[in-house]
């Protein structure tokens, strides 16, 4: 009942002081994870704690998402959503689903070896359409808005990837990438998942995460 309550509502996904509503093991003993909320923001702590996705306790199919996210120089992360499996690793959960990547576009090895892996992207397959690069240091603004195989990225105010998974377009774009997953991301057999939080790189940190699931 108090899902469906939130679900109504619009769901804030931190509560700014702690990782309630969150989770990131399957196994008995909860590891202490990568990640601590710290005056109202929620960040990654690298060398502290086990490596970890953090997942959102409650699923989602349907949503239009905003967050703010900060990295520091070098960072990389990333939001994954529409997962579709956790592959087979035994060490943490590995959600395979679409992902808006997250870095330091000046810095990052990553994401100077293709704009497909610039912040703001589709990452792997869809690059972002935008004439600036995501710096560090900067609180930045973004929106995840998916609706069926309708899927927008937005950074700072402005649509930077738009995009229909069922178009000709998308499969080229998709066939670019040699990741076994590339066709079974773009099917989306499955659209109710979690939000996964991705550690990677560097610290990085989240604020303001509102989701409005949409009917």
């Keep these: 009942m108090f899902w469906f309550l939130l679900l109504l509502l619009g769901i804030d996904l931190f509560d700014g002081t702690s990782l309630k509503g969150w989770y990131w093991t399957r196994e008995a003993e909860v590891p202490l994870p990568s990640w601590e909320a710290r005056g109202g923001v929620l960040q990654t702590t690298p060398g502290r704690g086990k490596e970890v996705y953090l997942l959102t306790e409650a699923e989602f199919d349907d949503f239009d998402f905003r967050f703010e996210w900060r990295a520091e120089p070098g960072a990389n992360s ?3 959503y529409r997962i579709q499996t956790y592959g087979d690793s035994q060490r943490r959960l590995e959600p395979v689903g679409l992902e808006y990547q997250i870095t330091d576009d ?10 497909r892996h610039a912040a703001g992207a589709l990452y792997d397959y869809i690059a972002p359409d935008k004439d600036k690069p995501a710096i560090a240091g900067f609180w930045h603004q973004s929106r995840i808005l998916v609706r069926g195989l309708h899927i927008e990225h937005w950074l700072d105010g402005r649509r930077v990837v738009n995009v229909d998974l069922n178009t000709p377009e998308a499969a080229r774009s998709f066939d670019q990438s040699r990741r076994e997953s590339r066709h079974m991301l773009r099917r989306q057999d499955k659209r109710r998942s979690p939000i996964a939080l991705q550690i990677h790189d560097g610290r990085v940190e989240f604020r303001n995460l509102r989701l409005e699931p949409l009917k």
């Design 78 to 80: 990333g939001i994954k």
């Design 106 to 115: 000046e810095h990052n090895p990553d994401a100077l070896s293709t704009p």
